[in-house]
């Protein structure tokens, strides 16, 4: 199972980005799909959460303004629309998923918290 994320980029004050992390492989089933971020110096910090599809949080600093999804067919792509973007929101962003894979040798499913490669997005005019 692996993550792959695109869609970062260098946008002006008050632009939009749409994020994807897409995960792959013999997936039973996703849990949680979050949305991190980490600026030069700082600490990496929770962006926006997407619990089974219905239930979403978002850090303060981006309420209104940052919407996170999954695609409705599958459920392993999840989606970040940042609208309004400030240049304090540069970062590398990255996504986390929690999900179990069929493990067929085990009879069962093995559990990953699995992180992506990180995308840098850049808010500077």
């Known amino acids: 199972v692996q993550l792959v994320e695109s869609g970062g980029g260098l946008v002006q004050p008050g632009g939009s980005l749409r994020l994807s992390c897409a995960a792959s492989?013999?997936?039973?089933?996703?849990?949680?799909m979050s949305w991190y971020r980490q600026a030069p110096g700082e600490q990496r910090e929770l962006v926006a959460t997407?619990?089974?599809?219905?239930?979403?949080?978002y850090a303060e600093s981006v309420k209104g303004r940052f919407t996170v999804s999954r695609d409705n067919a599958n459920n392993t792509v999840v989606y970040l629309q940042m609208n309004s973007l400030k240049p304090e929101d540069t970062a590398v962003y990255y996504c986390?998923?929690?999900?179990?894979?069929?493990?067929?040798?085990?009879?069962?499913?093995?559990?990953?918290?699995?992180w992506g490669q990180g995308t840098l997005v850049t808010v500077s005019s």
């Open positions: 997407d619990t089974t599809g219905t239930n979403t949080k």
């Open positions: 986390n998923v929690e999900l179990f894979e069929n493990a067929y040798d085990l009879g069962g499913y093995r559990y990953h918290d699995l």
């Open positions: 492989g013999s997936i039973f089933k996703i849990n949680t």
